[in-house]
């Protein structure tokens, strides 16, 4: 049952170019967001769709594969897990970040 602790798997596609960002060591980071979509009936019958935004970030060696064959639109799916960071802005405010460490990727469609 561990492996199924702090999972997430979901298909989207990417809202933006992924972000890298190149570290002094030679490492390399990923960022980018993607919604994902749902819909439901409301009260009335009526179809309501609404998308979800995910913060993701990628490291190690998938860098490579986000950098060179991602792009804005591109439908995708990710596994990973879900961490929590938080920062002082410019004045002091204490921010909250929930992001998504993607270990696996792969690339579904072309661009939408």
Request: hydrophobic share 35%; aromatic share 8%.
């Given at each position: ?78 596994e ?8 002082e ?24």
């Amino acid at each position: 049952m561990n492996a199924l602790r702090n999972k997430v798997q979901l298909i989207g596609r990417l809202g933006q170019d992924p972000e890298i960002i190149n570290f002094e060591d030679g490492n390399k980071l990923a960022k980018f967001s993607m919604a994902t979509d749902d819909s439901y009936k409301d009260k009335k019958g009526q179809k309501v769709e609404r998308a979800y935004w995910h913060n993701v970030v990628v490291r190690g060696g998938l860098v490579n594969v986000v950098e060179n064959y991602v792009i804005k639109g591109q439908e995708i799916a990710i596994e990973g897990k879900l961490t929590n960071r938080s920062y002082e802005d410019k004045e002091g405010t204490t921010k909250y970040v929930t992001e998504i460490q993607c270990n696996e990727l792969l690339l579904l469609g072309s661009k939408a």
